[in-house]
């Protein structure tokens, strides 16, 4: 299985600002995920990272307000841009080759 | 749209019990459906997977059950300890979308002592 560190573990971040997560990875793999998770509840996809192009995003997210990087194929980063406290939540970065694994998560709450 | 329903919603059993968590979906386009482990605080841990050829797999103490013609699949967890108590999600990936993981509500699992 893949070993995935996120940075920060936990933020607490104003209104109005952005928030950069890292995600890295102990080895290659071929698809890398960010995905949100409200309190006590299910996983929402947010985009799927593509190394060098572009990032695909789910219904209801946008570019603007998740930029994603992903520059080599241990490596990514989600912006959360001019937050709100309604971007409070746990993002969590994930891989897949074929079994798909997730990082410990980046806590965020927006005061 | 909710294409994987998962339930209960929460299960408490006492130590030894068996704890099934049901999962159904609607998309036959589904090839692979696995289950995740979430403590408090951690990010989800892949538990166990199945491939819809397969009508059973087991590892250690958690069994998964696959039912394709009724399209529903549930983890039984054999001998529950206190230590099982986690949130449980199962998921299903579709094979046109590449590797998106569709994912169940959660099932919130207490094993008393």
């Known amino acids: 299985s893949a070993v995935i560190s996120q940075k920060p573990s936990r933020d607490i971040c104003q209104r109005g600002t952005s928030l950069t997560i890292q995600c890295q990875v102990d080895?290659?793999?071929?698809?890398m995920f960010w995905y949100r998770q409200q309190p006590g509840q299910s996983l929402t996809l947010i985009a799927t990272?593509?190394?060098?192009?572009?990032?695909?995003?789910e219904s209801g997210f946008v570019i603007d307000k998740f930029p994603i990087s992903r520059p080599n194929l241990t490596f990514s980063t989600l912006t959360v841009s001019n937050m709100s406290p309604e971007d409070s939540s746990i993002y969590l970065c994930?891989?897949?080759?074929?079994?798909?694994?997730f990082g410990p998560g980046t806590r965020l709450t927006v005061t | 749209q909710q294409q994987v329903k998962q339930s209960p919603q929460s299960l408490i059993v006492q130590k030894g019990g068996i704890p099934i968590i049901n999962c159904a979906y609607e998309?036959?386009?589904?090839?692979?459906f696995p289950w995740y482990q979430q403590f408090p605080g951690k990010g989800p841990a892949l538990l166990i997977a199945?491939?819809?050829?397969?009508s059973e797999k087991k590892e250690g103490r958690f069994t998964i059950s696959f039912n394709k013609s009724a399209k529903q699949f549930s983890l039984h967890i054999m001998d529950s300890q206190p230590g099982d108590s986690a949130t449980y999600f199962c998921?299903?990936?579709?094979?046109?979308?590449?590797?998106?993981?569709?994912f169940g509500e959660g099932t919130q699992l207490t094993v008393n002592p």
């Open positions: 994930s891989v897949r080759n074929y079994e798909q694994y």
């Open positions: 080895s290659q793999v071929t698809m």
């Open positions: 990272a593509n190394q060098g192009s572009e990032a695909t995003y």
């Open positions: 998309n036959t386009a589904f090839d692979y």
């Open positions: 199945i491939r819809p050829d397969v």
């Open positions: 998921a299903a990936r579709e094979i046109t979308s590449g590797s998106r993981l569709t």
